[in-house]
C-alpha cells in the first residue's frame, strides 16, 4: 500500500475518513485500517470539518472536478499524478488553488525517496562533472486486451493517454528533479496494437539549462524489459531505474560506487512527510501543481501530433488519432 499507511504513520498526520463508491469496499478498508469514518459520497470528505487536507487517488479523467471541488472548499489537496489528462486541465487545476490560496500537492512520491536524492546530490555536486547527455529507455511486452473491456490505463478518456502517460509522467518528472526543466522537447508517439487505440511507443529529445542533451524511449510492445537511466558527465556516468531499487551505479575512472538506499515499506511516507511538514509550517514539498505542470507540458508537447491536438477533448474524437506502426496516418 503506497499512501493509506503512509498518510497515518506520517508524523503530525492522522488519516480520519475515506471514500469509495463501493459502500462495503469503504468500509472494509476504514475496519482495516482504522479509519473511523467512510463514505461513497466525495463530497462528504471534502467538507468534513475534521478534514484539513484532502487526498485524491482516481483516474486523471476526474482528476480536474475533484480538485475544483477541494479549492472552492479552501482545502489543501494531494493529487494523484499524472496532474491531470493534459497541460491545460492541470493548469486550471493550478489557476484553481492559486486563487483559493492553498497548495495543491501532486504525488511524484520519488522526489522523497533516498535513491532518487542521492542521484540528484550527485548530479548537482558536479560528481561525475558536467553533465552532456542523458538517455532513457524503457521496454516492456504488450498484452492482449478486450477491446471492450480495456483496463483504464489504455483509455484515453480517463488516463489522457496510454501507459506513458501513467509510467512516462514518472521518468520525466524524476528527471525534471534531478537535472531541472526538460528544455526543448520533440518527440513522436506511434501505436502497434490491435486491442487498442493509445500510443504504446514513443520517443522523444529535449535538452536541459546546462545544454545537456537527452533522449527517452519508451517501447509497450518490445521484447523483454528494460528501465534504465543513464547520465553521462564529462567525468563519468550515473545509472539507475525509475522502478527499480538496485543500488545507484556512478562509474568513474576511480572506479565504480553503488549506493545501497532501499526504498521505504510505505514507498509514499517520505513525499507525505514533505507535505504535511510544509502545512504545519516546518518545510517544503518538493513535488507541487507547478512542477507537476512541466511534466504535463512535456508530456503534452510529445503526444500533441499522435492526438491532433491536446488541448481540447481529444479522448472524445479517436478517429483523429495517430499513427499505425508502418506510417499508417
Known amino acids: 500500500m503506497k499512501s493509506g499507511p503512509a498518510l497515518q504513520q506520517a508524523r503530525g498526520s492522522k488519516l480520519v475518513a475515506v471514500m469509495r463508491r463501493?459502500?462495503?469496499?469503504a468500509a472494509d478498508y476504514a475496519r482495516r485500517h482504522g479509519v473511523a469514518k467512510w463514505t461513497t459520497e466525495a463530497d462528504e470528505i471534502i467538507h468534513d470539518p475534521e478534514v484539513d487536507a484532502v487526498y485524491v487517488a482516481t483516474p486523471p479523467g476526474s482528476h480536474l472536478d475533484y480538485a475544483l471541488r477541494v479549492a472552492a472548499a479552501g482545502k489543501p489537496c494531494y493529487m494523484e499524478k499524472p496532474i491531470a489528462r493534459s497541460a491545460a486541465e492541470g493548469e486550471a487545476m493550478a489557476m484553481a488553488f492559486a486563487a483559493a490560496g492553498v497548495p495543491l500537492f501532486v504525488a511524484y512520491y520519488r522526489r522523497g525517496l533516498p535513491r532518487f536524492l542521492k542521484a540528484r546530490e550527485l548530479v548537482q555536486n558536479g560528481r561525475f562533472g558536467l553533465l552532456t547527455h542523458i538517455h532513457y529507455?524503457?521496454?516492456r511486452s504488450t498484452h492482449d486486451h478486450d477491446p471492450n473491456h480495456l483496463p483504464w490505463?489504455?483509455?484515453a478518456?480517463?488516463?489522457?493517454?496510454g501507459l506513458f502517460m501513467d509510467l512516462g509522467s514518472h521518468t520525466l518528472d524524476i528527471l525534471d528533479f534531478m537535472v531541472g526543466p526538460l528544455l526543448d522537447v520533440a518527440g513522436t508517439a506511434v501505436n502497434r496494437s490491435p486491442h487498442y487505440q493509445v500510443e504504446d511507443g514513443v520517443a522523444m529529445t529535449f535538452r536541459t539549462a546546462t545544454g545537456a542533451l537527452?533522449?527517452?524511449v519508451w517501447d509497450f510492445c518490445g521484447y523483454g524489459r528494460e528501465d534504465l537511466i543513464e547520465l553521462v558527465g564529462r567525468n563519468g556516468r550515473l545509472s539507475l531505474s525509475t522502478f527499480g531499487d538496485e543500488p545507484v551505479r556512478l562509474e568513474t575512472e576511480a572506479g565504480v560506487e553503488l549506493f545501497d538506499l532501499p526504498n521505504?515499506?510505505?514507498i509514499?511516507?517520505?513525499l507525505i512527510q514533505m507535505i504535511v511538514d510544509e502545512l504545519l509550517g516546518?518545510?517544503?514539498?518538493a513535488s507541487t501543481g507547478q512542477s507537476a505542470l512541466r511534466t504535463a507540458r512535456v508530456q503534452d508537447q510529445v503526444l500533441t501530433q499522435f492526438y491532433g491536438g491536446r488541448a481540447d477533448a481529444f479522448w472524445q474524437r479517436p478517429e483523429r488519432w495517430g499513427r499505425k506502426e508502418g506510417g499508417n496516418e
Open 22 to 25: 463501493n459502500g462495503e469496499l
Open 264 to 266: 521505504p515499506k510505505h
Open 157 to 161: 478518456e480517463q488516463a489522457g493517454g
Open 214 to 216: 537527452g533522449t527517452a
Open 137 to 139: 529507455r524503457y521496454t
Open 153 to 155: 490505463r489504455l483509455q
Open 268 to 270: 509514499q511516507q517520505p
Open 282 to 285: 516546518n518545510g517544503v514539498c
